[in-house]
T-cell receptor
Framework: DTEVTQTPKHLVMGMTNKKSLKCEQH?????MYWYKQKAKKPPELMFV???????INESVPSRFSPECPNSSLLNLHLHALQPEDSALYLC???????????????FGPGTRLTVL | AQSVTQLDSHVSVSEGTPVLLRCNYS??????LFWYVQHPNKGLQLLLK??????LVKGINGFEAEFKKSETSFHLTKPSAHMSDAAEYFC???????????FGAGTRLTVKP
C-alpha cells in the first residue's frame, strides 16, 4: 500500500485562528515532508523529518510549526496565518535506505487551505 | 547542485496522437530522475523513475522516458494520448541528498478530442 493520507481535504481559517493539518502513512517510511504549492507552480519544500527529527527547515515563517509525534504521523500546526499562505499543502513520505539516494517520495492528496 | 528545466510550459495534443514532454537536468552526481503527474486539485502521482538501471524506463498508463546522459535529458513520451492524460506533469531530479528533490516548473498537458 503506497498511500499517504491527509486531513482535512479543505480548510478555511481566519488570520487569528489556530488549526492543524494531519498526515499519516503506514508504509514504514522514516522520512516525511511538508510542501506548499501555489496555483500553477511546483511544490516548494517546507520541512523534512528523518527518523522523527526535523532535518530540514527551508526558512519557513514561525507561524508554521511542524510536529512528528511518531514514525507514521506528521502534523503542521498553523497560527496567525496570512492570506498569502493560502495554498495546497502536500505531505510526502519516503524510505531511508542506506546507500540509496534519490528514493521515491509518495505524496498525499493535499489539504487546500484558504486564509481569510 | 542540481536543477531541472522543463522546456515547455504547455503542450497541446489531439487524442490518439503521441505525447512528448521535454525535461533537461543538471547534476554534479549521477541523478535519480522522476516524472510525477498532478490532476487538478489532487496530489502528485509517480509516473516513473530512473535510478541508473535501464536507460529506457516504463511507467504507468503507457508512459515511458529515456535517460540520455550525453544530452542531459529525460523526456517523457506516450504513443497515444487519452483525454484522461490532461494534467500537470513535473520532472524531478534527486541526487546525493535523499531529502533534496528539485522540481521543474511543470508542463500542462491539454488533450483535445
Amino acid at each position: 500500500d503506497t498511500e499517504v493520507t491527509q486531513t482535512p481535504k479543505h480548510l478555511v481559517m481566519g488570520m487569528t485562528n489556530k488549526k492543524s493539518l494531519k498526515c499519516e502513512q503506514h508504509m514504514g517510511h522514516r522520512a516525511m515532508y511538508w510542501y506548499k504549492q501555489k496555483a500553477k507552480k511546483p511544490p516548494e519544500l517546507m520541512f523534512v523529518y528523518s527518523y522523527e527529527k526535523l532535518s530540514i527547515n527551508e526558512s519557513v515563517p514561525s507561524r508554521f510549526s511542524p510536529e512528528c509525534p511518531n514514525s507514521s504521523l506528521l502534523n503542521l500546526h498553523l497560527h496567525a496565518l496570512q492570506p498569502e499562505d493560502s495554498a495546497l499543502y502536500l505531505c510526502a513520505s519516503s524510505p531511508i535506505r542506506r546507500g540509496i539516494y534519490g528514493d521515491t517520495q509518495y505524496f498525499g492528496p493535499g489539504t487546500r487551505l484558504t486564509v481569510l | 547542485a542540481q536543477s531541472v528545466t522543463q522546456l515547455d510550459s504547455h503542450v497541446s495534443v489531439s487524442e490518439g496522437t503521441p505525447v512528448l514532454l521535454r525535461c533537461n537536468y543538471s547534476s554534479s552526481y549521477s541523478p535519480s530522475l522522476f516524472w510525477y503527474v498532478q490532476h487538478p486539485n489532487k496530489g502528485l502521482q509517480l509516473l516513473l523513475k530512473y535510478t541508473s538501471a535501464a536507460t529506457l524506463v516504463k511507467g504507468i498508463n503507457g508512459f515511458e522516458a529515456e535517460f540520455k546522459k550525453s544530452e542531459t535529458s529525460f523526456h517523457l513520451t506516450k504513443p497515444s494520448a487519452h483525454m484522461s492524460d490532461a494534467a500537470e506533469y513535473f520532472c524531478v531530479v534527486s541526487t546525493i541528498d535523499p531529502n533534496d528533490m528539485r522540481f521543474g516548473a511543470g508542463t500542462r498537458l491539454t488533450v483535445k478530442p
